[in-house]
């Protein structure tokens, strides 16, 4: 069964500082990886996903993750962060299964706190 | 705007009462809906996927004599705790999945925190 490891429960960082928030799953077949954002006191929004091809991937509002096989990792990346930016970040996986890739499973969360 | 209306967000209930949570999809009709919950600190945790017109699958270790699941149209699945304890206060999200979209594509509710006294 695959599993999510986000080893940061919570990371400060300064406005305009870069930012990586890390990812780890475990699984013994190809998945698929996504990251979501929760702005507090909403609902979780997919800010990426990586699917296949490409390992690197970009969000619309400067975010980058690279899928890495061989370290089994999806970290998650700002060059810039905003005071916007302040949120809960979760790192999912889904696996195949025989009915498709039906379930998410999801890390911990990693509270990201930009201050000025 | 949401697309995915949860009901209520909070709710705070005495021992032995049962509570309903609604989860109503906005935009679109959805088939499946999912239901998780999320203790403090924890990941959130996949308890069942509500299939409309028909039944629930129930992830292992969820008694589903306890957490009842209802998706009786497209637009709405509820999941009712029956007999609520203290141990089942918890923070309980849904969501829903538009027709034919993959699994990523998921329209999350705000969550219903729940405290049972």
């Known amino acids: 069964a695959q599993s999510v490891t986000q080893l940061d429960s919570q990371v400060p960082v300064f406005e305009e500082a870069p930012v990586e928030l890390r990812c780890n799953y475990s699984s013994s077949v190809s998945v698929y990886l996504f990251w979501y954002v929760q702005y507090p006191n909403q609902g979780l929004q997919l800010l990426l996903k990586?699917?296949?091809?490409?390992?690197l991937v970009e969000s619309i509002n400067g975010f980058e993750a690279e899928f890495n096989k061989s370290q089994t990792s999806f970290h998650l990346r700002k060059p810039s962060v905003h005071i916007s930016d302040t949120a809960e970040y979760f790192c999912a996986v889904s696996e195949p299964q025989d009915t498709g890739f039906q379930k998410l499973v999801f890390g911990t969360g990693t509270r990201l706190l930009v201050s000025p | 705007g949401a697309v995915v209306s949860q009901h209520p967000s909070r709710v705070i209930c005495k021992s032995g009462t049962s509570v309903k949570i609604e989860c109503r999809s906005l935009d679109f009709q959805a088939t499946t809906m999912f239901w998780y919950r999320q203790f403090p600190k924890k990941s959130l945790m996949l308890m069942a996927t509500?299939?409309?017109?028909?039944?629930?699958?129930?992830e292992q270790g969820v008694e589903k004599d306890k957490f009842l699941i209802n998706h009786a149209s497209l637009t709405l699945s509820t999941l009712t705790v029956t007999s609520a304890h203290p141990e089942d206060s918890s923070f309980y999200i849904c969501?829903?999945?538009?027709?034919?979209?993959?699994?990523?594509?998921?329209?999350f509710g705000d969550g219903t925190r729940l405290s049972i006294l």
């Open positions: 509500s299939n409309e017109g028909s039944k629930a699958t129930y």
């Open positions: 990586y699917l296949s091809g490409s390992t």
């Open positions: 969501s829903a999945r538009p027709p034919g979209q993959g699994i990523w594509a998921q329209h």
